[in-house]
């Protein structure tokens, strides 16, 4: 019961670390989405996708320095996963924009919050499975 216990407290930790990074990076990714759209005037599927990519860099060096625990302390090779497993949580992103502004013709950030609820679910998930170091 102790131990069930202390994992639950670590879990909670976790997640509200994970969540803290999750503001950061999100701040990052809807800020880079507006500059891109409304002052560089880019098509907003390519703005989204850049701010994707910029925000899945600085969440990776957050996370790894304040969520999940190194599963081997090879950077690069963690880096790689960690940019595999962000490409299906850009392409989650993705298909949420295109249905959202394409075929329903909502506002972008609008649609992009609604993106920011679901694609991290997806994220912890797997990070959490790929990522993190097991415990002994």
Known sequence: MKRL??????LISQLARFAIVGVIAAIVDVGVLVLLKELAHFDVLIASAVSFCVSVTVNYLLSM?????????????????????S??????????????????????????????????????????????????
Do not use: C, D
């Not at 320095?65 to 497993?85: D, H, P, T, Y």
């Open 5 to 10: 216990f202390f994992t639950n407290n670590k």
């Open 65 to 85: 320095a304040f969520v999940f625990k190194s599963k081997n302390g090879k950077r690069i090779n963690e880096f790689v996963i960690f940019v595999l497993l």
């Open 87 to 136: 490409s299906g949580g850009l392409l989650l992103n993705q298909v949420i924009l295109w249905i959202g502004v394409r075929v329903l013709s909502l506002y972008y950030l609008g649609v992009k919050l609604f993106a920011m609820i679901i694609v991290p679910v997806y994220n912890f998930i797997t990070r959490k499975i790929f990522l993190e170091a097991k415990e002994k």
